[in-house]
Every structure is written in structure tokens, then in C-alpha cells.
């Protein structure tokens, strides 16, 4: 059986991706970090949906001291989502973005895919209803696959490891109707940037969410948020 | 003044390459990565390294569970470097290769780079009496410096990263007549991958590091070692 590294964050996305690679007939081996995250909360998710979806799981702690980020950093206040951005602030990317998050992340997924001789990393990102966060845009996961072509022992072996992206260019709409075909334990799955109880309804991963499941015409299984 | 990050391994080249870095006026800060290596005795060699020039140091904790390497697992022989390589061996990658080591070092500098302001990564790095290594080869690094152009937020500003090879076609004996023209502090570096208190003069490193100062006709200022 294939082998099959899925970065898994506990969101909706990577829940999908990670249904999608089963179905796909990989054998997945999830991976979650905790690093520093406010929204840690999310790791419990990603341990249920791993467990549901019956794939071996774990977590790994990194350290980022130097933080940048209003998801690392408690003295930054994580901005609420303006549904009507201007054109000069359409291409602007938050203060939720974590330096080199998705590219750290990638790294460690390539050394486990290596270490363990899985075939495909897959990872939810897309460039629809998102952030414009930089690591989630095609011309990343190209230049990526250049590093593992380059960088790698199996690149320079000729048994290069693939970077999969199915969700790239679809809308949050079309991945939530996607993953109720999949039965993604929606349920499950954590979006908001708070770490608290309930999803403070107001973020920019709140906002996606809302307008994904309003899109598709599902009912989302969490609560709404009232902070 | 302006910042840069140096990968801080605690042997010659890298000693060597923060010596330059702090020629060049850059303000250095040091990264160094406990990852599970045998030789972990390296980060004390860093450490002192760093405070001996006078810059910020930190180590980051890094776990890579699935090992996949000679460096990581005891069970491992370390290989003994035989310096009459055949022409089928030439190319071979060791066992001493880690899945992905300079790609996950590499992601954590970008990361720190850009919490921090940083213009540049030192790395020191190189093709010349190395280990066939593929993350020391000048191809993989230009890939890399396109993973900071799409996947960072510095890179979609236009305020790119950049990553500094000084050494990459350097050979040992010119990196040691380097590092005394710089007064790199020779005796605090460690080269050895076994872990012990003396080198153990077998390993490709031992071995690379006795050519480079007998071809730079310098002595070294480490035991010889007897295991």
C-alpha cells in the first residue's frame, strides 16, 4: 500500500484532504505541530479526525521564540475579517501569517516521507476564500517540488516525493461539498484563530467558514460564535 | 546595522562562515538545531563558537521521530570514510545523510529572518571534500531562494531573503586557510560524528578535516583522535 505523509491542522481543509487521500488508496500518516499556536485547541481536532478517519497520528512540537505573528503573539490582536475589502488591501496579508509556517511545515513532512519512504505529501492549501497568505499559491508548491527534486536524497535517486494539492483552486464551498461526499467528520473540525470554546464568529477563518457552508447550503455542525 | 542569521553547526565551516558574516558587518544572530544527533557535544562547540564572537545564540529542539539516518539511530553503524572511492561509489549518498536536515534548518532561519528583519542566511555549505550530501549543492539553494520568493510574505513585497553560500566551491584546506586569516577559534570546533570526547579520526568528517589542514599546512588545533 502506497504510503502518504497529510499535513493535518484540524480545519476543514486538511480534514478533506486527508478523506481525499484515503480514498485515493494511501496509507496516511498524519502530522500536526504544536508551535505556539493561540488556536491550539485545533490539535485536538486534528487528533479526532486522524483517529475517525482510523490513520496513525502525531504531533510535533516546534519552537518559533522569534514569533511575527498575531497567532503567536498574545500582545497582537487577531484582526476581525472586513467583508468588503478595498482593492489596495485586497493583496495584503494579515497579521495572521507566521513566517515560513507552511515551508517549516513541508520541510518536516518531507524528512517523515523520506524516513519512512511514502510517495506523496499532501496538504489542503488553496487560493481561493483565503488569507493571501503567500504558502498557499501553486507557484510555492512548484518552487517546493524544485527543493525535493534538488535537495533530497530521493530527488537526486530519482524517487522524487510529490507534493499534492487537491484542494489548490477550489472554493471553500466546493471543499465542504467535497468533504460531505467524503463524510468528513465535520463536526470535528476547528477553524477559528481564538483559542477558546467557541469560534469567536469573526476572523478571517471564522468568515471563510461561514461563507463556505452558506455557499454549499449545509448546515455547519459547530456552534456559532458569540464573543 | 544590518541583521543576518547563521547556521551555527559548531564544525569548521560554519565557524568559519560567522567570521565572514561578522566581516561583512553584519549583526549575527546563531541558530543552532539539537535534532537528535549523535554528536550532539557539536552545540556546545557552537555555543562557545558564538560567545567567542561575541554574537546572540539559541538553540531550537527538533524531533524527527522516524530517524532514517546513521546520525540519528545507534543501531546504525557510523561508516568509516575510505578515501579510495571507486567511480560506482562516487556518488553515493552515506548513511550518514539526514531525511531533509538542511531544508528543515534552512525553513527555521527563513522564519527567524523574518521575524526578526534579517536580510540575509549564512550557511555554510559546500561541494568540495564533503559527503555527496545533495542539501550542500549549489542547485539545491537556488531552488530554496525561490521557495523565499513565492512562499514568504518578504518575498511578495519584494523585500526577498536572501541565502549566502560563501563556501559552497571552497575545498577544506581553503576553508581552514580562511578561517585563521579570520581568527576563527579553530580549537573550540567540532567536527566528529560520534559523540565521544575525542574524534574519532574514521568518519568522513574526521577524515575531511585531517586532509583540509594537512593540504593548508596548518595544525589542528584538536586532539588526534584514537577510538
Known sequence: MKKAIVLLSGGLDSATTLYLAKKQGYKCFCLSFDYGQRHRRELESAKKIASTANCPYQILKINLPWKGSALLDSNIVIPKHSNIRTPEHSNKIPSTYVPGRNIIFLSFALSFAEGIGAEVIFIGAHTHDYSNYPDCRPEFYRAFSRVITTGTKSGVEQRKIKI???????????????????????????????????????????????????????????PKGRL
Chains 1, 2 share one sequence.
Open 164 to 222: 499534492e494539492t487537491p484542494l489548490i483552486k477550489k472554493t471553500k464551498a466546493q471543499i465542504i461539498e467535497m468533504g460531505r461526499t467524503l463524510d468528513v467528520p465535520f463536526q470535528f473540525t476547528w477553524s477559528c484563530y481564538q483559542g477558546v470554546n467557541r469560534p469567536c464568529g469573526k476572523c478571517d477563518s471564522c468568515y471563510y467558514r461561514a461563507k463556505g457552508f452558506k455557499e454549499a447550503g449545509i448546515k455547519d455542525p459547530l
